[in-house]
């Protein structure tokens, strides 16, 4: 918002004194120190989606730029920036941001576009400080209900997809898509028998006990 006392950064505040100057010097190099911000995605992830090495994606700066009388300014689009996986050696959960997806853009106080391209450490490629070009997407912020989740409750893990499938996890036992099975369903199937009559060949056939699943 434009300051009560006058138009633009500067107020006649700011150089009433020589401390008060200098406090706005120091506060204007500071305003250019980039930490982090909320971003939205708007180029669907790129370079390494699914069943690859992470990848990157493009976003954009959600709050907005003010000049000095007030007036509001879009940012840029924020180009490959490399977003977050949880993953730990070849292992991994992937679920990829998708354009829409609302998260937070990490600004590193280097340049990272050589470790970037090279994916291993490397010199900086430029000496910028604090650049926007340097951010990491971490998502995850401000984002609406999911349709497919896993979500861990205090009585256990209920896993669900869009299609209406579940798997409810509960000290009861586990319902799939609305069938319990406990340990007395187990216990039946454990000790399930099928006697058989004679095969195509018109060999006999014995019991075999409960079927091996997959077999």
Known sequence: MPDTLGFGQLSPLDVASDF???IFVITSVLR???TLGLVQVVTAPYGGSGVNPVGFLDAKLLVNMLD???????????YRLPYFRLQGGLNAVICDPVVGDKGV?????????SVKQN???????SNRRFNLAD??????????????????TPNGITLADKNGNSIIMAPG???????????????????HSHPQGSDSHGDSEVDVGAPVPGS
Do not use: E
Request: with cysteine.
């Open 20 to 22: 008060n100057y200098l």
């Open 32 to 34: 250019r120190v980039r």
């Open 68 to 78: 000095g009388v007030g007036n509001s300014q879009p940012h840029g689009t924020i």
């Open 105 to 113: 853009a990490l600004i590193c106080d280097r340049d990272i576009s």
């Open 119 to 125: 994916r291993g450490q490397a010199n900086p490629g």
């Open 135 to 152: 951010g990491l997407y971490l998502g995850g912020y401000l984002n609406g209900t999911p349709n497919q989740y896993v979500y861990f």
């Open 173 to 191: 036992g586990i319902t799939i898509n609305g069938v319990l099975f406990d340990n007395s369903t187990a216990f039946n199937i454990n000790t």
